[in-house]
C-alpha cells in the first residue's frame, strides 16, 4: 500500500523566503509527526498532530515555524524567512498505533 | 524519557550476524526500548521494540538485559542492504514523539 510521501523532495531557497512543505500521511494515521534532520544527525522532533489539533509544537525551533493540519490529514510545515540554519532534512511520520511510525523520505531544504 | 548510549559505528561481514548493542541504564519501568534504522537518503524505518522480554520478528531480534540497563539488536544474517544506521530509542508506552541520538552507522561488507 502507499507509504508516506512528502513534496517537494529537494527545494533551495534564498534566505529570506517563505517555504512550505507537503507531507501525506496514510490513510487512516491518526498521528502525524515532523522531524528537523540535520547533516549526519539524528532527527530531532519539531511538532505533533492528532487528527487535526497540535497537541505539541515543543520543538517547533522559532516563531518563524508553522504546521497546520486543517482536515486531520494532509500536513504542511511552513517556515518564513528561511535562515541558513534551517537548511536540513525535514522528515513526515505517521502513526495509527502508538509505538510504530512510519516515515517519509524527507524534504532537503538548502537555503542559500 | 532515558538516554541511550551506541557506538558511533561497527563493521560486520556479509551473511554473519550483526549484534548491535546499547546502553540505557537509566530506563524506567514502563519505558519500552525501539529500534528504527535510516538507510541512506531514506526517512528511518521501525525494526522491533521490547518492554522486557525478548522479542523476534521478521527483520531482527531484540535481546534485553534482565535488569533492563542495556539491550541488542541482532540481525542473524547480515545482507549489503543492511547497511544504515540504527537507532536505540527508549520512550515510555504513552509518549509520542521518538527521540533520536547519533545512533550506530552498521558497514555491512563483502
Known amino acids: 500500500g502507499a507509504g508516506v510521501s512528502q513534496s517537494p523532495r529537494y527545494k533551495v531557497a534564498k534566505r529570506g523566503q517563505d517555504v512550505a512543505l507537503r507531507c501525506d500521511p496514510i490513510?487512516?494515521?491518526?498521528?502525524l509527526f515532523w522531524y528537523q534532520q540535520a547533516l549526519g544527525q539524528g532527527p530531532e522532533f519539531l511538532t505533533y498532530?492528532?487528527?487535526?489539533?497540535?497537541?505539541?509544537k515543543s520543538g517547533l525551533p522559532s516563531d518563524r515555524f508553522f504546521a497546520e493540519r486543517p482536515e486531520g490529514s494532509v500536513s504542511t510545515l511552513k517556515i518564513q524567512r528561511t535562515q541558513q540554519e534551517d537548511s536540513a532534512v525535514y522528515l513526515c511520520?505517521?502513526?495509527?498505533?502508538?509505538?510504530?511510525?512510519?516515515f517519509g523520505p524527507g524534504t532537503r531544504l538548502t537555503v542559500t | 524519557d532515558a538516554k541511550t548510549t551506541q557506538p558511533p559505528s561497527m563493521d560486520c561481514a556479509e551473511g554473519r550476524a550483526a549484534n548491535l548493542p546499547c546502553n540505557h541504564s537509566?530506563?524506567?519501568?514502563?519505558?519500552?526500548v525501539y529500534w528504527y534504522r535510516q538507510i541512506h537518503s531514506q526517512g528511518p524505518q521501525y525494526i522491533i521494540h521490547?518492554?522486557?522480554n525478548n522479542e523476534t520478528n521478521e527483520m531482527a531480534s531484540l535481546i534485553i538485559t534482565e535488569d533492563r540497563k542495556s539491550s541488542t539488536l541482532i540481525l542473524p544474517h547480515a545482507t549489503l542492504r543492511d547497511t544504515a544506521v540504527y537507532y536505540c530509542?527508549?520512550?515510555?508506552?504513552?509518549?509520542?514523539?521518538?527521540?533520536f541520538g547519533g545512533g550506530t552507522r552498521l558497514m555491512v561488507k563483502p
Open positions: 530509542i527508549v520512550r515510555g508506552n504513552a509518549g509520542n514523539m521518538l527521540t
Open positions: 490513510s487512516g494515521h491518526v498521528s
Open positions: 537509566t530506563i524506567s519501568g514502563n519505558e519500552y
Open positions: 511520520a505517521s502513526s495509527l498505533q502508538s509505538y510504530e511510525q512510519y
Open positions: 521490547g518492554l522486557k
Open positions: 498532530f492528532q487528527n487535526e489539533a497540535q497537541l505539541d
